[in-house]
């Protein structure tokens, strides 16, 4: 199983950006889809979160502006970021957890100017 993401690029502060991202190969069930973020020097971080039930939850820093949705028969997740920040920059990660395993995406860079 591969997740691949894509929609990053360069955006100038106040702009949007799609990112999605599909799982291919043999995948049960997906409970949690996720975004994550590595900005350079700092560590990992949760951005969004979407279960299977529809439930989402997002970091403080994001509420408002960004948007997770999944869809688990195209075994998929997308995050709508708009009012894009510099400090939203960094490489964001799709992480799929199923029953059995945790499968991550390869990232995706997203840079933001002024």
């Known amino acids: 199983v591969q997740l691949q993401a894509s929609g990053g690029g360069k955006v100038q502060a106040g702009g949007s950006l799609r990112l999605s991202c599909a799982a291919s190969?043999?995948?049960?069930?997906?409970?949690?889809m996720s975004w994550y973020r590595q900005a350079p020097g700092k560590q990992r971080e949760l951005v969004a979160v979407v279960t299977s039930g529809g439930s989402t939850n997002y970091a403080d820093s994001v509420k408002g502006r960004f948007t997770i949705s999944g869809d688990n028969a195209k075994k998929s997740v997308y995050l709508q970021m708009n009012d894009l920040k510099v400090e939203d920059a960094a490489v964001y990660y799709c992480?799929?957890?199923?029953?059995?395993?945790?499968?991550w995406g390869q990232g995706t860079l997203v840079t933001v100017s002024n």
């Open positions: 992480k799929f957890v199923t029953t059995i395993a945790v499968y």
């Open positions: 190969g043999s995948i049960f069930s997906v409970n949690v």
